[in-house]
């Protein structure tokens, strides 16, 4: 078992959440289940994130229960000669609190023998909320033994809090630790892009058929190469087309001389996502039509990416990219002016979202999408109601988020042109995403997945390499 920080920084999150309990509130938080694929064989197991990130501990079947004073106990799977030399290597309770710097540990089997004496006497209980099948019934069982001892002393905690709100909180800016890691991570998937990118070229080059799962098994390779774990999330590689849907995986599709590819694919490190999107050339050079929407999309980035800093709303990017998109949507012909009206109308009626319907980013960390509230708390009483142009829906308005230091985000920008009446044929089934992972910083924000360029000239520079 290797942590990959000190026990230290761990224990250090751990009360910093123990202090927002109360004195007398208690934390219960299990690890993700294993998920079984079919048969006797599972998933490949990947660890809770909220555990994760006040444990560093990896192994299934644990759970963590944080009191208000500060202590952890921790329950684990126990040594077991038998199923180690099936499954692996077990830290075991033993072990444990020397090598997690938690207080107590128990075997799993203790579990709900001892949650009942640990539930007596505390006044709130604190788990995350609607994250793990059962555990509410597994804490109203806990919670009913202690009741059933209220004639013996027993004093039962009358309070359910959310975990996901204190973590959730703690989650989204990001420390040096973290900070570090998803540079590391955003690194080894900035140069798995590029080797995707130029086995295109090359293949294509040598007159050799090409297949999505050809780029796909080259992101793989790097990632693993470079020691990480797994993809973050299940890669998109979409040749042509494809692109225009936008949950697309890679898949089979021929790449074909003279189409555009859209990867978007990031690998996770040490329990932290990186996600990165480019789309190039699949024989490394840009046609008039995809070099005109790629450059579009590009000063739309741009324009988000400078929107990004400390004080700055979470909504500011995508404003500012959508005020880009219409314009450049306009000037292309792609809307009609007599038909949407000016800039001002395109964006208050949403006439833009037949070519870019989601939003320019998202929360980045352990998770893909990552925890964090996109309202400011402080502000989330107040709201507006407003009617959606689109759907029709009534649609509350908060205050969003005001962007600090150290939190992380991805700026993703898009276009994605299906064939229609009235839409230019050279656009048609022209799609394209650029995706940078950011960190805010006071005056702006650190990009940490330039490692693969995105400017038209050095994508063809790369692919000619
Ligand atoms: N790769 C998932 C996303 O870009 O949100
Ligand atoms: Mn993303
Ligand atoms: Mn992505």
């Known amino acids: 078992m ?35 694929r079919n ?3 599972d998933f490949l197991y990947r660890h809770d994130s909220y555990f994760y990130y006040l444990s560093g501990f990896t192994e299934p079947k644990a759970w963590l229960v944080i009191t208000g004073d500060g202590k952890t106990t ?28 938690v207080d107590a540990a128990y075997s799993i089997t203790e579990l709900a023998a001892q949650m009942p004496g640990l539930l007596d006497g505390r006044d709130a209980v604190w788990y995350p909320f609607a994250t793990h099948k059962g555990l509410e019934t597994q804490v109203d069982g806990w919670l009913g033994s202690v009741r059933g001892r209220v004639r013996l002393g027993a004093l039962c905690p009358d309070q359910l809090r959310d975990l996901c709100g204190p973590l ?15 540079r590391r991570a955003a690194q080894i998937s900035a140069g798995a892009h590029i080797r995707a990118m130029q086995l295109s070229a090359r293949m294509l080059r040598d007159g050799q058929e090409v297949r999505e799962y050809h780029l796909d098994a080259e992101l793989l390779h790097e990632f693993r190469r470079q020691g990480s774990q797994y993809p973050a999330y299940g890669s998109i590689v979409a040749a042509g087309a494809n692109a225009c849907v936008l949950h697309y995986r890679a898949d089979a599709g021929r790449v074909a001389d003279g189409e555009l590819v859209l990867i978007d694919a990031g690998c996770e490190l040490d329990g932290y996502a990186s996600d990165i999107t480019r789309t190039f050339p699949a024989n490394g050079k840009f046609s008039g039509p995809q070099r005109a929407l790629y450059e579009l999309v590009l000063a739309s980035q741009e324009a988000a990416i400078a929107a990004t800093h400390a004080g700055a709303r979470f909504t500011d990017p995508h404003d500012a990219t959508v005020k880009v998109l219409a314009q450049g949507l306009l000037d292309l012909g792609l809307l009609d002016k007599n038909k949407v009206g000016t800039l001002a109308d395109v964006i208050e009626k949403r006439a833009y979202s037949t070519f870019y319907m989601h939003r320019t980013g998202h929360w980045l960390g352990m998770d893909v999408h990552d925890c964090g509230s ?3 708390p402080a502000e989330a009483g107040r709201f507006t109601e407003r009617k959606d142009p689109l759907s029709g829906d009534t649609v509350k308005d908060r205050p969003s988020r005001i962007l600090q230091a150290g939190m992380v985000l991805t700026v993703e920008p898009g276009l994605y042109v299906r064939p229609a009446d009235g839409v230019p044929v050279q656009f048609h089934n022209i799609g394209i995403r650029i995706e940078d992972d950011a960190i805010v910083t006071a005056a702006g924000c650190e990009l940490i997945s330039r490692g693969v360029p995105v400017a038209v000239d050095e994508i063809e520079a790369l692919m000619r390499g």
């Open 74 to 101: 921790l329950f684990c799977a126990p040594k077991d000669m038998e199923r180690e030399i099936w499954d692996g290597y077990r830290l075991g309770p033993d072990a444990a609190p020397a090598q997690l710097g």
């Open 168 to 182: 959730d909180e703690m989650r989204l800016v990001k420390d040096g630790h973290e900070q570090a890691t998803m």
């Open 2 to 36: 290797n942590l990959s920080a000190t026990p230290s920084l761990y224990a250090e999150r751990r009360a910093r959440l123990a202090a927002q309990l109360g004195p007398k509130g208690i934390a219960i938080l299990p690890t993700a289940p294993e998920q079984q």
């Open 39 to 41: 048969r006797d064989g």
């Open 374 to 376: 996109y309202v400011e």
